[in-house]
């Protein structure tokens, strides 16, 4: 029997076909020629010795006897735990309200609740300031009315502040995804056998959707962790992305230092997805009935919509201020230590409206270039982990996790070392085609794309694709016609994110851009955020950014609820 | 999109391959940290003077436009290098990666102030003029009834605490030029004392240049240490703010020099030629960019009250820079400055509040114990883990360039100077704290 059984796993420890690893084979390769490859080439600093000696670990240990960087380290942890639990307030209710119940505008209310994950780089900043910082709108009325003020962007507070409201669709975008496959035959099971309310979202229906929350809340960590933009706008130094950053590219320092710091937050990094990979370890969140079309949907009554919109308006508003100011920036002649701009003019649109096009069309190939290839490679990931038993499948999904923790600039550095020297044949440098951008934000954005695939295959009963091999369907047609519509929600919530965000990345892409008519649209807001005359046309600008990627986003969610539509029809 | 680029690159390199030492013709690519606002009308007037030649601009800032430039040299692509900040030429000049050229221009002087315009070994060139200052938001002082700063130490009066702002020296080639002034005409200690006194006002310490003069158009803080185009063209776009040179400070050039080894040199050296010519100086009065043309010539033509540093007596008259002092303590400088005041601000904030407090008090019921002890303070504060001569010493520098001789590595004395000012700022602290007891 014990020897049957032994066979029997060994059996299956092999079974994998030659497709599947020939699968594996080809994302370790991407995965090794586009990530590990150009980071190495820049990270190896670390473990050499003053002016490039031979291998050593001196410059860790020196780490830990720094006081900057271990307070550092801990203020990154305490920022990043912080944010979770804000993002977690400000996104349970939005996803819960639109998945449980019959509500109007669930599709605007999910596509504005993921506007501030797309937040322009500098303009954004200033905007927030304007709005919220020292002697932004709101203080300066605070201050004359009531004759104090509210430090909303004043030290780590301040980071954890806005990294709540910047991060915290993540959670919401993985979150209604898992709540909208929960199938309403376990609600109404639960029902059957007396739970209600509140007890059965907390012991039915968030559990079963705990793969998603997870998924949300270890990228918010992990990505506030590795984020080095928003400490910086803050003026928050003592934090670790923000001093790899500063060490990396500061002139004549040739200090291991910043790179010894990216080894640690891509350690770290890694360590908190393994963590999150445990939590949800050893539980099954399948379920194996699919086309319920999610959870059954209440109608409120009067007084309860009425606290429901109220609720949603009110989170809406905080987390889209960042927004009006900067639709109201786009439109002000001077805006400088006061409520509100001093005039109002469409000047600034008509200045970038010539010149964004080419922006505008090069920022929509590249970005749905890179969230396709995320797609495709975190749904390959997700399916190697979770469906077969191939050794080091696990090593995948961390390599390509710890994506997160190389800043921008690493990688950009990293892939003009690696692909400079190769030439095309007449000369020009690989490093120089635009499609190099476009790897190098695939490569960025993959983390997010792969939490998001990896959690709606979770959801997904193994004995659906069993039945369907009984049926004597091949592992090919089983991934195309059974687990692959069943995963469309998490694909698209995983393209929606990887797109959206790589429309505004700047860090690598400033690296890498090589003229103007290859540049996207964060380049073009780069250009112009570095004088006073620059601001509005740069707003204008982060308004056209923003309004491109809520549309495709609306849109994506409109051809979804479509198939899921059609679908069910046929069903 | 990308065959019409990739058609664009072949023929770019067929062009520049044949036509050399001809008239110059095709692309010509500029890597500068400049904004739109400045590259756009210089870009327009030199295509519009050099037919057939095309400029492509490459904005990346100043740190990550050097660095490209060298991970690229093995098969560069760029021909100019075009950016305010002296030290980047000089880092770039080091590694062998800008050429020798000789401006054709006439009219222009050998030197600006005290400091020479072009790099006297031929290899960048300055085309434009800039002094440091104090910039501020009219409103914001007004809103705060804050005096006006004529000079450096006035921003340390306890009045501007919490209101100042600056880009950390490591970060902005400018920010580092203004500190190394003050450093050259008060000397190491004073000058030093001086900056940390300043320092204990400062609302925070920006990463980018452009980060201080952002933060006082907007108002988030009401007063900068900029370099003056930044306000003179806040200024031409609407914003209420004002701008100072004070008396210790510099006059020193932005630059543009030929990286090695261009692809296009003949188009490389017209780009410069047209920036130096008269016409090419006279787009710097555009409201967008308003630098000072090296050429005096040209300010015949200038918006009215234009600053002149060539008639100017106050910016004529102002101290001589030494570069060469200034480049062998480059990085120790900017260390020190990170160390001491970006990374413990806070402490400082602290200590000098509490000097602040201490003199008020003292004002109400002066001590002679009090003064003295607040005298302490000070000193507690100004003290220097590094003299001067340490600073420059090859010991010192050595930690920075890594260079492989023996010695601390940066990081331990990063540490150890971290540890010394932590360890002033909190005594300095506690001594005003006990100045201020004493005067209740």
């Known amino acids: 029997m014990s020897i049957a059984l032994s066979t029997g796993r060994a059996a299956r420890g092999l079974s994998a076909t030659p497709g599947q690893i020939a699968l594996a084979l080809l994302v370790a390769a991407f995965l090794g020629v586009f990530l590990i490859w150009p980071s190495a080439t820049v990270i190896f600093v670390a473990f050499t010795e003053k002016g490039g000696g031979p291998f050593t670990l001196v410059n860790f240990v020196d780490f830990f006897r720094t006081d900057l960087f271990l307070r550092s380290f801990w203020n990154s942890l305490y920022v990043s735990a912080m944010a979770v639990a804000g993002a977690s307030i400000l996104a349970l209710p939005l996803a819960y309200i639109t998945s449980r119940f019959e509500f109007r505008g669930t599709i605007l209310i999910q596509t504005l609740g993921f506007l501030p994950l797309i937040m322009p780089p500098f303009v954004g900043a200033v905007a927030m300031q304007l709005f919220f910082g020292r002697n932004g709108s709101v203080n300066l009325l605070l201050d004359d009315w009531l004759g104090f003020k509210i430090p909303f962007m004043d030290g780590l507070n301040g980071v954890i502040f806005v990294q709540s409201i910047h991060y915290f669709p993540f959670i919401l975008i993985n979150l209604s995804a898992a709540l909208r496959n929960i199938d309403s035959s376990m609600e109404e099971a639960a029902q059957n056998l007396g739970a209600s309310g509140f007890r059965l979202f907390r012991r039915i229906v968030f559990p079963l959707a705990m793969p998603g929350y997870i998924a949300g809340a270890s990228l918010v960590f992990v990505k506030v962790f590795d984020d080095l933009a928003t400490p910086l706008l803050l003026n928050v130094k003592d934090m670790l992305a923000p001093q790899a950053y500063l060490r990396v590219t500061s002139i004549g320092i040739a200090d291991p230092m910043g790179y010894v710091i990216s080894v640690v937050l891509i350690v770290a990094s890694v360590a908190a997805m393994a963590l999150s990979a445990l939590a949800t370890r050893g539980i099954d969140y399948s379920t194996v009935q699919r086309g319920g079309g999610g959870l059954a949907r209440r109608t409120l009554r009067p007084l309860e919509s009425f606290a429901a919109y109220l609720t949603v308006t009110l989170i809406l508003l905080l987390v889209l201020a960042p927004h009006l100011g900067l639709l109201l920036l786009s439109f002000s002649t001077v805006w400088s230590y006061s409520p509100l701009p001093d005039g109002f003019t469409v000047a600034h649109y008509l200045r970038v409206f010539g010149e964004s096009s080419v922006y505008i069309k090069n920022t929509l190939i590249y970005a749905s270039l890179a969230g396709l290839i995320d797609v495709v490679v975190g749904t390959a990931i997700a399916y190697l982990v979770l469906r077969t038993k191939l050794v080091g499948r696990n090593a995948l999904d961390w390599i390509a996790s710890a994506a997160l923790a190389i800043p921008g600039i690493v990688l950009g550095i990293g892939y003009l070392r690696a692909f400079y020297g190769l030439q095309w044949w007449d000369g020009t440098p690989l490093a120089s085609l635009w499609i190099v951008i476009v790897l190098a934000l695939a490569i960025r954005r993959l983390p997010y794309a792969l939490r998001a695939c990896h959690a709606a295959l979770q959801q997904i009963s193994v004995s659906l694709e069993e039945a369907a091999e009984n049926l004597g369907a091949t592992k090919l047609r089983t991934v195309r016609r059974i687990v692959m519509p069943l995963m469309m929600g998490g694909i698209l919530a995983g393209f929606v994110t990887s797109f959206a965000t790589a429309a505004v990345e700047l860090s690598a892409t400033l690296m890498l851009v090589q003229s103007n008519s290859d540049a996207p649209l964060a380049y073009g807001l780069y250009v112009l955020m570095q004088s006073a005359a620059g601001r509005g046309p740069g707003a204008a600008l982060g308004v056209i950014a923003v309004v491109l990627v809520a549309a495709c986003t609306i849109l994506s969610h409109f051809v979804v609820e479509r198939s899921r539509a059609g679908s069910q029809a046929r069903h | ?440």
């Open chain 2, 1 to 440: 999109m990308m065959h019409r680029g990739l058609m664009l690159l072949v023929c770019a390199s067929l062009v520049s391959t044949t036509a050399f030492a001809q008239a110059p013709a095709g692309k010509v690519t500029v890597v500068t940290s400049y904004s739109k606002d400045v590259t756009d009308p210089v870009k327009k007037a030199f295509e519009a003077a050099t037919s057939g030649v095309k400029l492509e601009v490459q904005n990346r800032n100043t740190n990550a436009g050097v660095k490209y430039v060298e991970e690229t040299k093995a098969n560069n692509q760029v021909d100019l290098f075009w950016a305010s900040a002296p030290d980047a030429f000089e880092v770039l000049k080091g590694k062998g990666l800008l050429q020798k050229y000789a401006p054709r221009a006439t009219g222009i002087p050998e030197k600006i102030g005290q400091f020479p315009i072009n790099d006297p070994a031929g290899f960048y060139f300055g085309f434009a003029a800039s002094g440091y200052g104090i910039m501020w938001n009219e409103r914001y002082a007004k809103a705060n009834k804050l005096p006006d700063p004529r000079e450096w130490q006035d921003l340390a009066k306890a009045a501007y605490y919490d209101h100042v702002s600056i880009a950390a020296p490591s970060r902005s080639g400018t920010t580092h030029l203004t500190i190394e002034a003050v450093l050259q005409g008060e000397g190491w200690a004073k000058g030093w004392s001086t900056i940390k006194a300043m320092a204990g006002n400062f609302r925070n310490v920006t990463e980018r240049s452009f980060g201080v003069p952002e933060a006082v158009n907007s108002g988030q803080v009401g007063y900068g240490i900029v370099i003056d185009f930044f306000a003179f063209s806040a200024q031409a776009s609407g914003f209420p703010v004002k701008f100072i040179y004070p008396t210790v400070t510099t006059i020193v050039p932005a630059n543009v020099g030929i990286v090695a080894n261009a692809p296009n040199k003949a188009a490389a050296e017209a780009f410069i030629e047209f920036l130096l010519s008269p016409a090419g100086q006279q787009i710097l009065f555009e409201p967008s960019i308003r630098r000072l043309p090296v050429n005096p010539d040209v300010y015949a033509k200038a918006p009215p009250d234009y600053p002149n540093p060539f008639k100017d007596p106050r910016l004529n008259s102002m101290l001589k820079f030494d570069v060469a002092k200034s480049e062998a303590r480059n990085d120790v400088v900017d260390v020190l400055f990170d160390q001491l005041i970006s990374f413990q601000l806070d402490p400082l904030k602290a200590a000098t509040k509490a000097i602040h407090e201490a003199e008020a008090a003292l004002g109400k019921k002066d001590s002679a114990q009090g003064r003295a002890l607040v005298a302490q303070a000070r000193e507690l504060i100004a003290a220097m883990p590094v003299d001067e001569a340490t600073a420059s010493a090859a010991e010192t520098t050595g930690a920075f360039t890594g260079s492989k001789q023996k010695g601390a590595r940066q990081a331990e004395l990063e540490q150890q100077w971290a540890a010394f000012a932590k360890d002033r700022y909190a005594q300095a602290k506690s001594k005003a704290e006990e100045a201020v007891k004493l005067a209740k």
